[in-house]
């Protein structure tokens, strides 16, 4: 291989980046690319009846577990889960944090999202980008030289404004790695999730069994994706491939972040297809309201 990517995935809770880019993610690791993962809180609420430290514990090495199983790495911050938010001590970790690690790429979620977690991870994010690049802040590590590109996670919320995503990842092959990663998150898809959402007497005991509905379960959930956008995936996969994607995952190019021209998109997703890039590739428009890169 010619080159290490880097790809920094930020969520809020330690699950948040699998369940929103672990197929594309383990896609990059197997061309040998470095990926990772990122929760910006412990995780420490997210269940019926274990709770504080020990579930902050419990969900760390869940979380190592999940990026073990593509090959990822896992950094799990230690910020209270259901209490992240906009301070400025957050926004100096979140730059220092996205600065030592130099990535090619950043996802992250929309500020738009029913989580407040998921909303100030991606103010955060948000906040950081063009700092990034400001020598006197956060001296201690050096600056970029450009924002990187940011995408965002796909989500379905409408208001203000609804996702519209310029990249469409096929899936297919890797949906039972990201099932497999999903299932090292037993605390979440077989205890707090069901409990949270009324079904919990449907997990099944035995380990086999709890693979197996999960990955149905998984199905349903992402499946909806990929018809939702089936128009573009015909486009950008063709007629003929475009119809039989089951499983994607999307992403919205961030304004705040570096454009995603032909050539950023063929470098960072080389296994979408020519056709995709033409099609959805998203450049910066000629008037813009940030500093220019040139
Ligand atoms: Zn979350």
């Given at each position: 291989?010619?080159?290490r990517?880097?790809?920094?995935l930020?969520?809020?809770h330690p699950?948040?980046?699998?369940?929103k880019?672990g197929?594309?993610a383990?896609?990059?690791?197997?061309?040998g690319?470095?990926?990772?993962?990122?929760?910006?809180?412990?995780?420490?609420?997210?269940?019926?009846?274990?709770?504080g430290?020990?579930?902050?514990?419990?969900r760390?090495?869940?979380?190592?577990a999940?990026?073990?199983?593509i090959?990822a790495?896992?950094?799990?911050?230690?910020?209270?889960?259901?209490e992240?938010?906009?301070r400025?001590?957050y926004?100096?970790?979140?730059?220092?944090?996205?600065?030592s690690?130099?990535p090619d790429?950043?996802?992250?979620h929309?500020?738009?999202d029913y989580?407040?977690?998921?909303r100030?991870?991606?103010?955060?994010?948000?906040?950081?980008?063009?700092?990034?690049t400001?020598?006197?802040?956060?001296?201690d590590?050096?600056?970029?030289?450009?924002?990187?590109?940011?995408?965002?996670?796909?989500?379905?919320?409408?208001?203000?404004?609804?996702f519209?995503?310029?990249?469409?990842?096929?899936?297919?092959?890797?949906f039972?790695?990201l099932?497999?990663m999903?299932?090292?998150?037993?605390?979440?898809?077989?205890?707090?999730?069901?409990?949270n959402?009324?079904?919990?007497e449907q997990?099944?005991?035995?380990?086999?069994?709890?693979?197996?509905?999960l990955?149905?379960?998984?199905?349903r959930?992402?499946g909806?994706?990929?018809?939702?956008?089936r128009?573009q995936?015909l486009?950008?996969?063709?007629?003929?491939g475009?119809k039989q994607?089951?499983?994607?995952?999307?992403?919205?190019v961030?304004?705040?972040?570096?454009?995603?021209?032909?050539?950023?998109?063929?470098?960072l997703?080389p296994?979408?297809p020519?056709?995709a890039?033409?099609?959805?590739?998203?450049?910066?428009?000629?008037?813009?309201?940030?500093?220019?890169?040139?």
């Amino acid at each position: 291989m010619d080159e290490r990517l880097r790809f920094l995935l930020i969520g809020a809770h330690p699950d948040d980046a699998d369940i929103k880019a672990g197929g594309t993610a383990a896609r990059w690791c197997a061309l040998g690319h470095v990926v990772q993962m990122v929760s910006l809180t412990d995780g420490r609420a997210g269940h019926q009846s274990q709770h504080g430290p020990a579930l902050a514990q419990r969900r760390r090495g869940e979380a190592r577990a999940a990026a073990a199983v593509i090959g990822a790495s896992y950094q799990v911050l230690t910020h209270p889960d259901g209490e992240l938010d906009d301070r400025l001590e957050y926004r100096q970790e979140v730059i220092r944090l996205i600065r030592s690690f130099r990535p090619d790429l950043i996802i992250t979620h929309r500020s738009t999202d029913y989580h407040p977690d998921h909303r100030f991870a991606g103010l955060l994010v948000q906040d950081a980008a063009y700092l990034l690049t400001v020598p006197s802040l956060c001296p201690d590590v050096p600056h970029l030289a450009r924002t990187p590109i940011i995408l965002y996670f796909a989500d379905a919320f409408k208001k203000p404004c609804r996702f519209e995503p310029q990249v469409l990842v096929d899936i297919d092959e890797q949906f039972e790695k990201l099932v497999a990663m999903l299932h090292c998150h037993q605390s979440q898809f077989y205890e707090w999730l069901p409990y949270n959402a009324g079904y919990l007497e449907q997990v099944p005991a035995g380990d086999a069994d709890r693979r197996v509905w999960l990955a149905e379960r998984m199905s349903r959930r992402i499946g909806p994706l990929a018809e939702r956008y089936r128009e573009q995936l015909l486009q950008a996969y063709g007629p003929e491939g475009g119809k039989q994607i089951r499983h994607i995952e999307a992403f919205e190019v961030s304004e705040y972040g570096a454009p995603l021209d032909e050539a950023a998109l063929a470098r960072l997703f080389p296994f979408l297809p020519a056709l995709a890039r033409s099609s959805s590739a998203f450049t910066r428009k000629e008037w813009v309201d940030i500093p220019e890169d040139d």
